[in-house]
């Protein structure tokens, strides 16, 4: 059986994978100056790391902001364009089995996309998300390496960052346990260590993205969240989903090729 090419094309970064026969087949993700040399960088490197000829190939499917410079089919295969909004919920759907969902894609900044048993709705979004994180770190850090912002966060002690409210309670508010956040960056000092700052700038992008996504899912019963994107790598992640999670009553779920999510959703989708 031939393989259906889902590519999910960013300004620098461009995702791809191979479905075929429902499996996921060998993700990779590749980093160029413009969105068609990434493509065009991917999808060779892809071919050629699966011992892959055009002829294995049935169609492509592309989505993403970078898909608007793509002006012709890609190396003369059937291409065809899938919704990015679409592909998010056919993705995170197929990675989590869920029927009924909050699908959370965090990249540059942040959508939220509904799946409710097939139907896909835009809910909206916000401009949070890595590159917020990339920014707040160029400023206070002096770099925008997330890898490195990541490893400095390790050795954080978010105590010396963000209000608890703990620090401005005696007593537990009811449905505020103590342990929860008053004020991101409410008891931060000039002096403080880099190593507190890294840590204080994630948790302020991861806890503003998951409170959004608590709010905007309001009185629709979804408690399942679908986590998808580059800031799902972060480890902390996990760390902060958690305490949301005892504090909402909710389940923050990143499935195992999140990163991909997006690009396996057009793989997914029906060519048009």
């Known amino acids: 059986m031939k393989i259906s090419i889902g590519i999910d094309v960013g300004i620098s970064t461009t995702k791809i994978v191979g479905?075929?026969?429902?499996?996921?087949?060998?993700?990779?993700?590749?980093?160029?100056?413009?969105?068609?040399?990434?493509?065009?960088?991917?999808?060779?490197?892809?071919?050629?790391?699966?011992?892959l000829q055009l002829g294995d190939?049935?169609?492509?499917?592309?989505?993403?902001?970078?898909?608007?410079?793509?002006?012709?089919?890609?190396?003369?295969?059937?291409?065809?364009?899938?919704?990015?909004?679409?592909?998010?919920?056919?993705?995170?759907?197929?990675?989590?089995?869920?029927?009924?969902?909050?699908v959370v894609s965090m990249g540059t900044?942040?959508?939220?996309?509904?799946?409710?048993?097939?139907?896909?709705?835009?809910?909206?979004?916000?401009?949070?998300?890595g590159g917020t994180l990339s920014g707040l770190a160029r400023i206070m850090l002096g770099t925008d390496d997330i890898q490195h912002i990541s490893e400095l966060a390790k050795s954080g002690n978010i105590a010396n960052i963000d209000l608890k409210i703990g620090d401005i309670c005696s007593e537990e508010i009811p449905g505020l346990p103590t342990f929860a956040t008053a004020s991101l960056f409410g008891k931060a000092q000039a002096t403080a260590r880099k190593e507190d700052i890294a840590l204080g700038i994630i948790c302020t992008v991861i806890q503003t993205i998951g409170s959004a996504t608590i709010l905007a899912s309001a009185n629709s019963g979804i408690k399942d969240f679908v986590m998808i994107g580059n800031l799902t790598l972060l480890p902390q992640s996990k760390a902060i989903f958690s305490i949301m999670e005892q504090i909402y009553g909710v389940k923050f779920h990143v499935p195992h090729h999140a990163e991909f999510a997006t690009a396996v959703?057009?793989?997914?989708?029906p060519m048009k």
């Open 19 to 51: 479905m075929r026969d429902g499996k996921i087949l060998s993700p990779i993700r590749i980093k160029a100056t413009d969105p068609v040399t990434s493509l065009y960088g991917a999808f060779g490197k892809y071919l050629n790391d699966n011992s």
């Open 57 to 102: 190939i049935d169609h492509v499917m592309l989505t993403g902001v970078g898909t608007a410079y793509i002006k012709s089919p890609v190396y003369g295969l059937p291409t065809a364009k899938a919704d990015e909004f679409a592909a998010d919920g056919l993705g995170a759907h197929f990675e989590s089995q869920l029927d009924r969902m909050m």
């Open 109 to 129: 900044g942040t959508t939220l996309v509904k799946y409710d048993n097939g139907n896909i709705t835009h809910i909206g979004g916000l401009g949070m998300g």
């Open 265 to 269: 959703g057009a793989a997914l989708h």
